[in-house]
């Protein structure tokens, strides 16, 4: 089945300098790949999301780079800001008996220090 | 998003006693799903629908029940609790395989 690894689990930055969570899939099939932000207490909001015709998506201060042939996909932030501080997921679809399920990586922790 | 709701919001139970999560979306979504979320895993799939009568398993369906008898409604039983399952339970909603899904605020259940 689909293996989605997520690195780091945990990230520090100043107010300002950049942020980059990395993914890492397995399943070739692979064609989605979104992105999830978790505040503290709170349940998890898409931010961002990716497909496979595309090697880059931005938005605003957010964006996600896939390489599709080495099978991993990024996420970057510029300018943090201490609202970004939250748990971000990446997710994989893996087909199985009619749809695409999710497959979540672990999460990367991230703290924006003023 | 008042449009996914959980109840309860915390349940507090001990080993072996049946527990019911529910989950009501008002979207009319096709798809519907069931994680738990424990520190250091992330989000993994329990049981997820693609419509009303239709339900399959996900990546940790061992000890749950699902069912969905109304396009709106999807609960999650679980028939004997274990201390295993004390976790934080999201239930979520879509469109489909390639669509945001919006999750409902999280149950916190303890098994004690």
């Known amino acids: 089945g689909e293996n989605v690894e997520q690195h780091p689990s945990t990230l520090s930055v100043q107010e300002g300098d950049s942020a980059v969570i990395k993914c890492t899939y397995s399943?070739?099939?692979?064609?989605?790949f979104p992105w999830y932000k978790q505040e503290l207490g709170k349940r998890p909001q898409l931010i961002i999301d990716i497909r496979s015709n595309v090697g880059e998506k931005k938005d605003q201060r957010i964006a996600v780079t896939l390489n599709k042939t080495a099978k991993h996909f990024s996420l970057h932030i510029t300018e943090t800001q201490p609202e970004d501080s939250a748990v971000y997921f990446c997710?994989?679809?893996?087909?199985?008996?009619?749809?695409?399920?999710?497959?979540f990586g672990a999460g990367t922790r991230l703290a924006v220090h003023p | 998003d008042a449009g996914i709701t959980q109840s309860p919001r915390y349940k507090i139970t001990e080993t072996g006693r049946q527990v019911t999560l529910m989950c009501h979306q008002t979207?009319?979504?096709?798809?519907m799903f069931w994680y738990r979320q424990d520190l250091g895993h992330g989000l993994r799939l329990i049981y997820y629908?693609?419509?009303?009568?239709?339900?399959d398993k996900g990546e940790v369906p061992d000890g749950y029940v699902v069912s969905r008898s109304k396009t709106e409604n999807f609960p999650l039983t679980l028939e004997s609790a274990t201390r295993s399952q004390t976790s934080v339970y999201f239930c979520a909603s879509g469109q489909g395989s390639y669509n945001e899904q919006f999750f409902g605020p999280g149950t916190r259940l303890t098994v004690l």
């Open positions: 399943d070739s099939a692979s064609n989605y």
């Open positions: 629908s693609a419509a009303a009568d239709i339900t």
């Open positions: 979207w009319s979504h096709s798809y």
């Open positions: 997710a994989a679809p893996h087909f199985d008996g009619g749809y695409n399920k999710l497959i």
